[in-house]
């Protein structure tokens, strides 16, 4: 589609602008994606490192009320809850995460609709940008994304030189979005950012997804997954900061003798509980399992399901893993 | 490093241990657990600077407890373990958890290690829990390999930063803490790699009655993270495991350290530091102040 | 937008004492709207909800074909069975569903139709039961077998009684061995014992089959050497569930969803999942 440029002083005043229309702006922070009051604090750095949680919370929040009930005396009364229908902006994500929400929506919307998320996503703007880190954990181009995808974004952003940025539309929605601020805008020159973009370092590609399909479809049972297992301790760090991990539970907290509300809270297939029947009967009841499903949900069922790849490969969950459990690494070996 | 794979290669093979709890090496300045059970493998084994883990985490897993037993005959699990890790090791066993003769300790005599992998060791760089470390030597140990080594000096930022906290008033602690333990998105990590955290089912998993709201919001970060601190106080014995793990970056040591230095300075009391003397939970006296922990 | 986590209201209008830890509540729905309108098919479950506790999954125990109440029966556990067990008639509670594929009632017409069931796993077939026997002109032969521990693990005693009334259905109620009692006239034998025994047969047949694992463990090869095939054996899957809708993740067996493309698998389905359930 269309390509501009805006100056960094300018794409400074851009920020402002949205936090100041009452938009909510996200912008990666030192360790996280963080909601901005600040335009002149952001730091847009194509070589920073991937945020230690990905921005998922902020379309499918890690704890989020679905109702709110009040109790009488053989009676009760359900209040509805829903997202706040605020125009939410995330500037400088990375391809890895831009992703995500084309591969979440997959399973939000395959039969019965999650408007919680939904709305959500309707609302949501992302401005990503071209990426130059790279480090054992990271294999996006081995789940058919690049430091240069597009992928997700409704506006990319490639860094020109010291002061610019080329600017491209990538969306409709991208396009009546950026239109509001063209003042702060001038033409862009395609071949220009083409050729930056094209210098870019991809991450080698460390396997081939088919194939990991193929032999996780075959091997179901293998003595790796104990060997994984063992040594997992069965947290759900991975799954909690994985950009597309879903899994939730739902549970109701009162908060005073007659009131409380339902929440629908993250969760992750890594705990035993996960699946633990009350009958006391648990078909995960070994690590080894429930790695193995983390595995197999992410580069099998997923794509079988709904054919992409529950994983846009941004390492996060091997980086942050307490014993440097690498989910490239084992996948990459998920071969004969 | 050489006497240390030889020294495991040995155990397993005239069967002194089942199983050696180790680090491999997987790129320079970065290492990880591993548990072997095969002679062979014992090569892969190191020990150094980012050696970062606590092994004793594994200690009370099932399946690992498991390896021990062979042939109807029950041996033991070797484990490579830095002074502090034995602080954990002996921990469990004040908790029975563990016996003394279960475990075949190869203790490293250890300068400290890095915060983080993949940076170059040094002054700068020392993980926080080793800033304070007396041991340096292993306490108990079956064998102790390797040179004893200095420690960089450097300030404790942890502890000042505790008494920093100490001076604030209530309210401004509290906000502290709240903005903190609001980053919190309840993944566990921080029990997961905590050695003393070995709970069959813990606290927050019972749900009849549910003691601790599992959201993740202001008020379940709250008592999940107060309620670690206080099932760990006199117990925890600074490993720093709990900050490393959290995905959050929330500085739990804060917590840890502080209930620490509480029970150092009115009982005289450090956990995991002697296999005579009894839990600090276990010496209740009804002559204790209570005052202590508020 | 829509809420599919809300869950509608409903009114306990009866509860049944079944055993000592199994209840029945009858139920209608709050709103006369939704009441009027709700449909299902019989295989189906919902969630049912005690607002400060918590939802459980439990298949619809009625049969479409008596839409004037909506009945389930629990086994008491854990945190929501037992708040449910807590309520009284005139309680409310919420409910969200039908959720989940069903039995293929129509595409069986024409067929036998054998019933096989064990403790509480009655209550998912016996919206089956009922079902085919509202529908009795379309099938052919219809034979029920179930059996409990002991006399008093039996549900659906009034129930049991009804379709032993019938001239039409061949029903056969046994206890364990040792969970009889003076005065007891059905069978005394484990489940698999008794089919063997009675041994229907496989041709033109389907047969639906719920209960503890250790009982469709043994009576499968018993089916299978009468001659069942695995594509006319049907039964239930029972994994934790929490949404109900093919969203929160927990329910999975393989690439199953088990909440949307279950709880009703034949066995051909099955041997097809990973062994995960
Ligand atoms: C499709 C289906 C139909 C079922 N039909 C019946 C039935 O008709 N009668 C009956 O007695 N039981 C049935 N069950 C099992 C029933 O759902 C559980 O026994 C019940 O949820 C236990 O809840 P609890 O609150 O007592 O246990 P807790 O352990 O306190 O449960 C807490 C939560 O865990 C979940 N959970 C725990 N165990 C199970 C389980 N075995 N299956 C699914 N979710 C679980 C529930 O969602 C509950 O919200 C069915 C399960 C499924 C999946
Ligand atoms: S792989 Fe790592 S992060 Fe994931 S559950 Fe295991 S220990 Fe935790
Ligand atoms: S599985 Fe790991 S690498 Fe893949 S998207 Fe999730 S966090 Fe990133
Ligand atoms: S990998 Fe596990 S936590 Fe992540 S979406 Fe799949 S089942 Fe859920
Ligand atoms: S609480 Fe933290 S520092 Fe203390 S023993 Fe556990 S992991 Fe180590
Ligand atoms: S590791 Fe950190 S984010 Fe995870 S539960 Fe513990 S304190 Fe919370
Ligand atoms: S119960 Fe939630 S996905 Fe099936």
Same mark, same amino acid.
């Given at each position: ?87 939410? #902006? ?57 430091? #240069? ?46 050729? #930056? ?125 307490? #014993? ?13 | ?24 090496? !997987? ?6 657990? !591993?548990?072997?059970? &095969?002679?062979?493998? *014992? ?10 883990? &606590? ?25 490579? *373990? ?12 004040? +908790? ?5 003769? /279960? ?38 140990? /079956? ?16 502890? /000042? ?20 333990? /609001? ?29 601790? +709201? ?22 925890? !014995? ?11 970056? !929330? ?44 | ?277």
């Amino acid at each position: 589609m269309e390509e501009k440029i805006i100056s960094k002083q300018n794409l400074v005043k851009l920020c402002a602008d949205i936090i100041g229309g009452g938009h909510i702006l996200i912008a990666p922070g030192k360790t996280e994606y963080v909601v901005t009051q600040d335009a002149s604090q952001i730091v847009l750095d194509t070589q920073s490192k991937p945020t230690k949680a990905s921005y998922k919370t902020f379309v499918f929040p890690k704890a989020e009320p679905v109702l709110y009930y009040k109790r009488g005396k053989n009676d009760v009364q359900i209040l509805d809850a829903g997202p706040e229908q605020k125009k939410t #902006v995330i500037i400088g994500a990375k391809p890895c995460d831009t992703n995500s929400f084309n591969i979440l929506s997959k399973v939000f919307n395959w039969d019965y609709k999650d408007d919680f998320y939904n709305y959500r996503v309707k609302n949501f703007i992302v401005i990503g940008m071209m990426c130059e880190f790279s480090d054992r954990y990271c294999f996006c181009t081995s789940v058919g994304s690049s430091p #240069v995808s597009e992928k997700g974004s409704d506006i990319f952003l490639i860094p020109l030189d010291a002061d610019n940025f080329a600017v491209r539309i990538v969306t409709d929605k991208g396009k009546e979005f950026i239109d509001a601020y063209s003042k702060y805008l001038t033409d862009g020159n395609p071949s220009k950012s083409k050729e #930056v973009s094209e210098k870019v370092k991809h991450p080698e590609v460390a396997f081939d997804s088919k194939q990991v399909h193929d032999w996780l479809a075959k091997n179901f049972e293998h003595p790796k997954w104990d060997g994984v297992g063992d040594m997992c301790l069965s947290c759900a760090q991975c799954a909690f900061v994985c950009p597309v991990c879903h899994c939730f539970d739902i549970v109701d907290e009162d908060y005073s003798y007659t009131e409380g509300r339902r929440m629908k809270n993250w969760d992750g297939c890594q705990f035993g509980h996960f699946t633990l029947h009350a009958s006391g009967h648990n078909p995960r009841d070994i690590q080894g399992k429930r790695y193995r499903q983390r595995v197999n949900h992410k580069f099998k069922y997923y794509v079988d399901k709904f054919g992409e790849i529950l994983c846009t490969g941004c390492g996060r969950c091997s980086r942050g893993c307490a #014993v440097s459990i690498d989910i490239k690494e084992i996948v990459a070996n998920c071969k004969d | 490093m050489e006497e240390l794979r030889k020294l495991a290669k040995e155990l397993l093979e005239n069967k002194t241990v089942a199983a050696v709890l180790g680090y491999v090496e !997987i790129e320079p300045k970065r290492t990880k657990p !591993i548990v072997i059970t &095969n002679p062979e493998d *014992a090569e892969k084994l190191v020990f150094n600077e980012y050696c970062l883990n &606590n092994l004793a985490v594994y200690l009370t897993k099932a399946r690992i407890k498991n390896l021990a037993k062979q042939n109807g005959s029950v041996l033991k699990l070797g484990i490579v *373990a830095k002074p502090c890790d034995i602080h954990a090791i002996i921990a469990l066993i004040q +908790e029975s958890q563990l016996k003394r003769e /279960d475990v075949y300790i190869i203790g490293m005599n250890c300068g400290g290690v890095a915060k983080d992998f993949g940076l170059e060791y040094g002054a700068d760089t020392l993980a926080s829990k080793c800033v304070p470390c007396e041991t340096h030597k292993p306490l108990y140990s /079956d064998t102790t390999l390797g040179a004893e080594k200095e420690t960089p000096k450097v300030s404790d930022e942890v502890l /000042d930063k505790i008494r920093a906290l100490e001076k604030m008033t209530y309210v401004e602690r509290f906000a502290y803490f709240k903005k903190e333990f /609001d980053k919190c998105i309840k993944c566990y990590a921080c029990r997961a790699a905590c050695p003393l955290c070995y709970c069959q089912r813990c606290i927050t998993d019972k749900t009849i009655p549910r003691w601790i +709201e599992s959201s993740p919001h202001s008020r379940g970060n709250f008592s999940w993270n107060v309620v670690r601190a206080f099932h760990l106080s006199g117990r925890c !014995i600074g490993c720093g495991e709990c900050e490393r793990a959290c995905p959050m970056d !929330i500085p739990l040591s804060l917590l840890n350290r502080r209930m620490t230095e509480t029970a150092k300075e009115a009982f005289a009391y450090v956990s995991g530091r002697s296999l005579e003397t009894p839990t600090l939970v276990g010496s209740f006296d009804v002559k204790d102040s209570d005052e202590l922990f508020m | 937008m829509e809420n599919i986590y809300k869950p509608y209201l409903a009114e306990i209008k009866e509860i049944i004492d079944e055993t000592p830890d199994t209840k029945t509540f009858r139920l209608q729905l709050k709103d006369p709207e939704v009441a009027k309108t709700f449909n299902f098919k019989a295989g189906q479950f919902a969630e049912y909800g005690v607002f400060g506790e918590g939802e459980s999954t439990f298949c619809i125990a009625s049969s479409p074909t008596r839409p004037e109440m909506i009945e389930c029966s629990f086994k008491v556990y854990g945190k929501v069975t037992q708040a449910l067990r807590r309520l009284n008639e005139g309680d409310t509670i919420g409910f969200r569903g039908p959720y989940g594929n069903w039995f293929p009632l129509e595409e069986q017409k024409g067929k036998n139709v054998v019933f096989i069931a064990g403790g509480i796993g009655l209550a998912p077939v016996r919206c089956v039961i009922d079902n085919v026997l509202d529908w009795r002109k379309d099938y052919k032969d219809i034979t029920i077998i179930y059996g409990a521990r002991s006399i008093g693990d039996l549900v659906y005693k009034y129930k049991l009684k009804e379709w032993r009334d019938r001239p039409d259905v061949k029903t056969i109620i046994t206890v364990d061995p040792g969970g009889e009692s003076d005065g007891w006239d059905g069978e005394v034998g484990f489940v698999p014992t008794i089919v063997e025994k009675i041994a229907p047969k496989a041709e033109n047949t389907i047969a639906v089959i719920c209960g503890p694992p250790v009982m469709i463990k043994f009576t499968m090869p018993v089916l299978k050497k009468l001659g069942f095939s695995d594509e006319n054996i049907f039964t239930t899957l029972e994994n934790r569930m929490k949404c109900g809708l093919g969203k929160c993740g927990r329910c999975n067996v393989g690439g199953v969803y088990v909440c949307k493309d279950g709880p009703v698998f034949n066995y051909a389905q099955l041997k097809e999942l990973p062994d995960e359930f």
